[in-house]
């Protein structure tokens, strides 16, 4: 009894250890060699810290621009949420996720051999952030425990099962093919792109017989694009808020970026190193998650293909993008443009209580691909007038779910949020109160 | 014994799709009884994970053509086998 007692208390505490067990696991399954076995668990577990850290770095690169926020639209000290306290209930609940991951997981792998709803949900990042949400949201309606892990997988299996069958004839006019559909949190949008492409636009003329010039490749290298448009979002807002406002905030947080030390606060260094260090936490977070995901996801997969051999996988939204990648641009920049004015129109008139910050992930990764389906269904101008409904309803979908998950995730949605997981979070809270 | 190839497979943030191409590429390889490192990456840290062949979607290609000077593979279908043996092989089998 004591070895169980010693595992239960000890290793299923420490998400890494924890999801190392899964990807252990997940190895012997697979019947890999003892040194395949002995590398992908420490690499999972090593994936895990790493994945933390990055969280951290980012979490220090757009706190300052939190605060600035606050001070611009002068919220309210009851509407200003911990920024760092996503990371902490991250910490308290890794192991919670991790095993609401693997029985969603089970529950999604039944339905597909049972149902004729085939769909595989393998994209291993959105399973993990969602799963995340979803135990955000049960914290959140006063659950705990065993209520908590049953609520949350049900919520998450819900999620995983339903969403990327909705997708998956768009999937089939986008790509041409019914060998996948989309796991991702960008569904919302591409159900978005698709009616509206529909409704407003003309198929014929397509995104793809523009020419775009070539100097605009680099916006497909996401990770330094972001770290651009933090830089340019700090430069703004630090005019915005006035040299003593922004010495104050962005000069009092020098030590969380970069910077050596004693060094002197102007605006644009800072910005720079905030805006880097910004891009510097993403590819940190990014390594974790892909360490982390290398092992578990094929793992996963050879399970499915051993059960289900007609089942088709839920990918990751990038699946799409070779098939209109101009549409991918149209849709970042002007969503991107869209969603700015936004939050500066709503925020100057007062409305918005939270503090809202550019969704720039989120533009890239949930509103963008819904461009490439708006193509699919309505060319050009689907895909342009899409973009523009999308990038205003994003900032709607943030500012509904942050006090949804004030206590637990709103830092996460404040960040990465806009998409599905502010969907999620908002409906889960919904659900949360009639419970 | 020829030396371990080094394989990478490359996608913008280099979580999700590169990881699905490089489970059809170890499917590929295992069907032909190649030995190979398949490791998934981003653009960003591409030219410097040393690799000896780069595998990667259209929209990326020229981007990485330029950064690198070990082979670069444009695959379209990242779910094909078929598609991956008939453009990856002859590289491979030229470079084991």
Known sequence: MSVINYVTTNIFKQPSLFLGLVAFIGLLVQRKSIGDVIKGTFKTIIGVIILFKGVNIISTAVSPLSSAFSTLYKLPEANQFNPTGWLDFLGNYGTTIGIVIVSAFAINLVVARFTPIKNIFLTGHILFWMSYICVAVGVEAGLDGTALTIFATIFLALYIIIVPALLRPFVQKVTGTDSFTIGHSASVFCLIGAGVGKLVGNKEKSTEDMNIPKSFEFFRDTTIATSLIVFAVYIVVGLVIGNASSTEIFGGALGGINTIPGMQYDLFTFSLMAGLTFGAGLTVLLTGVRLMLGEIIPAFKGISDKIIPNAIPALDIPMVFSFAPNALLIGFVVSMITSILTIVLLASTGMLAYAVIPLVVACFFDVAPGAIFANATGGRRGAIIASIVSGILIVFFVAISIPAVFNTAAGFNQLFGGNDFSIWSSLGSLIGKIF | ?96
């Open chain 2, 1 to 96: 014994m020829a030396k371990r190839l080094k394989l990478l497979t490359v996608c913008g943030f280099g979580v999700g799709t590169s990881l699905i191409l490089k489970m059809t590429i170890e499917k590929v390889l295992k069907g032909n009884g190649i030995d190979a490192e398949v490791t998934n990456g981003d653009v960003t840290t591409a030219s410097g994970a040393g690799a000896d062949v780069i595998f990667t979607s259209n929209e990326l290609y020229s981007q990485l053509k330029g950064n690198v000077s070990v082979p670069v593979i444009q695959i379209d279908n990242f779910m094909s086998s078929d598609e991956i043996s008939e453009k990856a092989l002859p590289v491979i089998n030229k470079l084991i």
